[in-house]
């Protein structure tokens, strides 16, 4: 007897198969490549490429407010040793079972190649390498600290997909056209899926929510929240840099909550949540409390020549061409001044005036090779014994030491 409802043209059979998506992000299989005898890590691969995108966005911003080029690969010297040093440390810190636990071995805290790095002690470990650079270059470190802001957000974005390529860190089961194929890892060849007796890499069951895209499509809104709210706002004294960390904050924060891989808790909660929530605090404190115009510089020495100014943060710059030229004519310093100085400087080549702090050398001798003490110059406006306000004579040379701010 035929069913109800085929025709005598065709009638399909009936699937009683349970519907799932068809629909997914696929992961891969692989995340080491040999090269001879050289493992090639597509962790370490994303993490280098961030660096170098970094350093371009940098580079322009730095160029920007005035300082020599080049001066971001003196930075970079510094600031990315001491960013992997402090990821690591703030890995194992975190994550001290692994290394000193019941079976751990206190020398792996040293194989970084096997992956664990902290992005709370990247921050914070680049932030004092960029701190020692600064003062090298005699650079205001909250210069550096608003120039870098979008590039850090930059290279995390692109670091996320070393998590990719690795499976790991991703969210919990989900049914969503875009939930994230796992696939199970062999530990005896770690960066190798684990296969079947085909020869095919075998998958978790189910779909998983891929945080590490959230994750790195949150970060691209952060750059581009702090390059809009920078350009409008004229940050400065650091807070462009406070902008990124709380927008970085935020996302780490909910992404943070939906990830299942293993973690050390507190009160039943991941600390990296409760990391991401002080953090952000702080930050915003900083954002609030802090005011202040954008401090530009001007290069003194050699370098003292305005460079034609840029006119994007994104724009391209040949870094190579400039190499040469920066490091011939490195600047003996920098003096900071406002943005309406640092335009007319720009605009003439002309130095504005030297700040009245700068009028008399270390040791006390004034510049004119009159004794201390000897006001008979009638030029000195303060020969009739009233003295001038130094804050007064600082704010109409429009001009600040650098090493107040550095």
């Known amino acids: 007897m035929p069913l109800r409802g085929c025709t005598a043209v065709a009638c399909a059979p009936v699937n009683l198969a349970p519907l799932s998506p068809q629909a997914a992000l696929p992961s891969p299989s692989t995340a080491v490549w040999q090269l001879g005898p050289v493992p090639i890590r597509a962790y370490a691969l994303c993490i280098i490429i961030g660096i170098v995108l970094a350093c371009w966005v940098t580079e322009r911003r730095l160029r920007q407010r005035g300082v020599a080029p080049g001066a971001v690969l003196d930075i970079a010297v510094w600031a990315v040793?001491?960013?992997?040093?402090?990821?690591?440390?703030?890995?194992?810190?975190?994550?001290?079972?692994?290394?000193?636990?019941?079976?751990?071995?206190?020398?792996?805290?040293?194989?970084?190649?096997?992956?664990?790095?902290?992005?709370?002690?990247?921050?914070?470990?680049?932030?004092?390498?960029?701190?020692?650079?600064?003062?090298?270059?005699?650079?205001?470190?909250?210069?550096?600290?608003?120039?870098?802001?979008?590039?850090?957000?930059?290279?995390?974005?692109?670091?996320?997909?070393?998590?990719?390529?690795?499976?790991?860190?991703?969210?919990?089961?989900?049914?969503?056209?875009?939930?994230?194929?796992?696939?199970?890892m062999d530990p005896d060849n770690p960066g190798h899926a684990l296969r079947d007796d085909a020869g095919q890499p075998i998958l978790e069951p189910g779909l998983y929510q891929p945080t590490f895209l959230y994750e790195a499509l949150w970060n691209l809104g952060v750059v581009a929240l702090v390059l809009i709210l920078d350009r409008r706002l004229r940050l400065g004294r650091g807070r462009a840099f406070a902008l990124y960390v709380m927008g970085y904050t935020a996302g780490r924060f909910w992404i943070e909550l939906m990830r299942t891989d293993e973690a050390n808790q507190i009160l039943g909660v991941r600390l990296n949540v409760w990391t991401a929530a002080l953090v952000f605090l702080g930050a915003l404190i900083y954002f609030v409390r802090v005011r202040g115009p954008r401090d530009y510089l001007i290069p003194l020495g050699a370098a003292a020549t305005p460079?034609?100014?840029?006119?994007?943060?994104?724009?391209?710059?040949?870094?190579?061409?400039?190499?040469?030229?920066?490091?011939?004519?490195?600047?003996?310093?920098?003096?900071?001044?406002?943005?309406?100085?640092?335009?007319?400087?720009?605009?003439?080549?002309?130095?504005?005036?030297?700040?009245?702090?700068?009028?008399?050398?270390?040791?006390?001798?004034?510049l004119d090779g009159r004794a201390p003490g000897d006001d008979s110059s009638t030029d000195d406006p303060a020969a009739d014994g009233t003295p001038e306000p130094r804050e007064d004579r600082a704010d109409a040379a429009g001009a600040r030491p650098t090493d107040r701010d550095s």
Not at 128 to 150: E, H, Y
Not at 156 to 167: D, E, K, M, P, T
Not at 311 to 316: E, G, V
Not at 343 to 361: F, I, K, T, Y
């Open 81 to 184: 040793p001491a960013g992997i040093i402090g990821a690591r440390i703030y890995h194992v810190i975190t994550s001290p079972e692994k290394y000193f636990g019941a079976g751990g071995d206190p020398m792996k805290a040293f194989a970084i190649w096997e992956g664990g790095l902290g992005i709370w002690g990247a921050v914070a470990g680049g932030a004092v390498g960029a701190w020692i650079a600064a003062r090298q270059l005699g650079i205001p470190f909250g210069v550096v600290a608003d120039a870098v802001a979008p590039g850090l957000a930059l290279a995390q974005a692109v670091g996320r997909f070393g998590n990719w390529f690795n499976n790991e860190l991703f969210g919990g089961r989900t049914t969503l056209p875009w939930g994230l194929e796992i696939h199970r």
């Open 307 to 366: 460079t034609p100014p840029t006119t994007s943060d994104l724009s391209q710059v040949d870094l190579s061409e400039r190499e040469a030229g920066a490091k011939a004519a490195a600047p003996e310093g920098y003096r900071v001044v406002s943005e309406e100085q640092y335009q007319a400087w720009r605009d003439s080549g002309v130095l504005p005036p030297e700040p009245a702090d700068d009028a008399r050398p270390d040791d006390g001798e004034p």
